[in-house]
């Protein structure tokens, strides 16, 4: 009954911190790639390439920096790692997304007098909205599934993912305990 509620806890720790790494990415992208399409080409071009290089970093550098950062590391550190590796990706896509919206169709709802909340609900979000679902997909599933991220920065075994703790059984040849967590998930 024990490890059964221990791997609970590692399940539901892992739903939270890839949902609040997934929401947090979205909340900070979104605003980034509004104010990128209405800035210069060569300021947008520049952050573009900028944020490629977010995208591939690799996992362990990021860690490590915010390690440096958050010295105790816990869930919200992994949180922060997660999004420092996501958002730049949400901004991306999503610009990309901004680009190819018809312009017409934003023209003619301002021309109507739509505010510009109005504008963005009716024209501008039925567009993107496919996209951010798409990409937040993903970017959960990649939290989830996370192994360095959490390994370099978690404070206890609640924090690890289900990948972490079967490596951890496989290392401690606890190959019962491991089969038990794959079978009654």
Known sequence: MQQIIFYTLICLSSLAQATLSTFMSIIIALPIAHALIHSAKIIQTICMMFGIFCMVMPTQICALGVLCLFPSGGFFAIVCAHVIMNAPLFVYVVTTTYNNIDMHTIWIAQSSCASRM???????????????????????????????????????????????????AYEQSDFFSGLFFIRNT
């Open 118 to 168: 109005r504008v963005y609900k009716d024209a501008i979000w039925p567009v993107i909205k496919p996209v951010v679902l798409c990409i937040g997909a993903i970017t959960f599933i990649y939290c989830l599934s996370s192994f360095s991220v959490p390994l370099i920065l978690s404070t206890n075994e609640y924090v690890y993912t289900p990948d972490i703790f079967l490596y951890n």
